[in-house]
């Protein structure tokens, strides 16, 4: 069982920056692939990107590629989502995920999910 709880959500201007972490519980976080969704008024919830437990390979979304970036502290138990260069269309609830598997890019292959922190980005 992994418990995970999100922080570092809040209401940023249009181009500035802001750091996710994600806390998680349990001795085993260093065999968890660990990703980031989110989730827009109205919209369905979407992949953000992942950072995978075997290499530390990250993916991400067309959307935000070259603007966020993903890491993990293993000794913390704690994944981060740098985002940088914020814009309006990224407003939404950021969750972040666990999965067994090596490389995890659907939201079906996601065992463990938090609560979400909300991201606002004004114009």
Known sequence: QVQLVESG????QAGDSLRLSCAASGR?????SMGWFRQAPGKEREFVG???WITGSTYYADSVKGRFTISRDNAKNTVYLQMNSLKPEDTAVYYCAAAGQARPLLEYDYDYWGQGTQVTVSS
């Open 28 to 32: 085993t976080f260093s065999r968890y």
């Open 50 to 52: 992942t950072i995978t």
């Open 9 to 12: 959500g809040g209401l940023v």
